[in-house]
């Protein structure tokens, strides 16, 4: 499944050939996924020597899952199918999160999204995952919410509650893993063996990706790329440490906005319908691009990563002037003793971190894990 996943389409010669199992065992393993519903057959291949093969692609209808974003403006919830095709989508913004809101949010969505389902595909449902940034009660000044709202989340078990309300498993991952395995999995993968991952978001976080494999780390926070220190102000020995999250954040975008006097609403209501913000657009994108650009290259400084995936809650023009940007930046950087990553656009784009939860599950149950893809597709 996960070699089928990762190239679209393999025929049994080729799934034989890449795991090293005999054309036998393949098409005993093919038959019984097929009795299942998880793949089924495409279209026959000619031209080549030989009987036409006949590839084997995943049933979009095979299985389906729920992922949750919780974030710190908004939270959104998606029906995902087999294929990572969003079947279902509902999205609700605040100022800050409260836990009460994103459990009824939940609840609510999950009813609705399984009865639109048609009744004999319900029980294909394998799981619900979650993705929200680790320490959510944290940054009280920066979301500019009570301290008494944002510590509740201090004793809040959304795993829990979710197992209790569905009858299936719950799953919980930090959003910028989260976002950095849906880009594995759906977008820039196949491309990289290993690569460093940026998500812009109200907090930009991140993900790291090693061997094809999305690295968690010991505590789940590896890639806490918004925390990553960027440089001092004031004098040696009494400055302040900046972080990424303060350059290259949308919620430094908003602050602009706000002391022009600006409305920001729409930044968290939907990439697609941002209006033309002008000069902050302007000195916001010059700024996250520094920062992205010192990151980058801080990152290859501990691990050779070949490239540096920048994706976003962004519409794909903003997108792609904070990647130009960065490239220009990390130009002028003093780069001696390293290689330079390829600074490059992420393919998933503004859904990444609600994709990435609904991968959860998928991974737990069918073994969507990128460390089984053993041999080379070349």
């Not at 395995?181 to 196949?190: S, V, W, Y």
């Amino acid at each position: 499944l996960a070699l089928v996943r990762r190239h679209g389409a393999l025929a049994r010669a080729d799934i034989a050939r890449l795991t090293g199992l005999s054309a036998q065992t393949v098409s005993v393993i093919i038959r019984a996924l097929e009795k299942d519903g998880l793949i089924t057959q495409g279209e026959r291949v000619r031209g080549r020597v030989g009987q036409p093969s006949m590839p084997m692609r995943l049933a979009a209808d095979g299985v389906f899952s729920f992922g949750l974003k919780i974030g710190r403006r908004s939270a959104e919830i998606i029906l995902m199918d087999f294929l990572g095709a969003i079947r279902e989508r509902r999205h609700i913004t605040y100022r800050w999160p409260v836990p009460d809101e994103i459990r009824s949010f939940t609840i609510d969505s999950v009813n609705a999204f399984t009865a639109a389902l048609e009744p004999a595909r319900r029980d294909r449902i394998a799981g619900l995952g979650i993705a929200l940034p680790f320490e959510l009660w944290n940054w009280v000044e920066e979301v500019g919410a009570p301290a008494e709202d944002l510590d509740a989340w201090l004793g809040a078990d959304l795993v829990s509650d979710f197992a209790h309300a569905f009858s299936f498993p719950v799953f919980i991952q930090n959003d910028g893993t989260a976002a950095c395995g849906a880009e594995l999995t759906f977008g820039r993968g196949p491309e990289f063996t290993d690569f460093v991952y940026f998500f812009i978001g109200s907090f930009i976080g991140g993900g790291v990706v090693l061997n094809n494999t999305l690295y968690p780390g010991r505590t789940g926070n590896a890639g806490a790329l918004g925390s990553m220190p960027m440089r001092m102000r004031g004098t040696w020995e009494r400055g302040e440490t900046l972080q990424l999250i303060d350059t290259a954040s949308l919620f430094v975008l908003e602050r602009m906005l706000q002391e022009r006097h600006l409305p920001s609403d729409d930044l968290w209501l939907s990439p697609e319908n941002w209006r033309n913000f002008g000069t902050p657009l302007d000195e916001w994108v010059a700024l996250a691009a520094r920062g992205l650009a010192h990151a980058a290259v801080a990152a290859a400084s501990v691990i050779d990563f070949p490239a540096a995936v920048i994706d976003g809650w962004l519409p794909g023009n903003v997108r792609h002037r904070i990647v130009e940007a960065t490239r220009v930046e990390l130009s002028c950087l003093d780069l001696q003793g390293l290689r330079a990553p390829e600074i490059i656009e992420g393919k998933v784009g503004v859904h990444a971190k609600a994709m990435g939860a609904a991968s959860l599950p998928l991974s737990n149950r069918y073994l969507f894990d990128q460390s089984v893809l053993f041999k080379d597709a070349s």
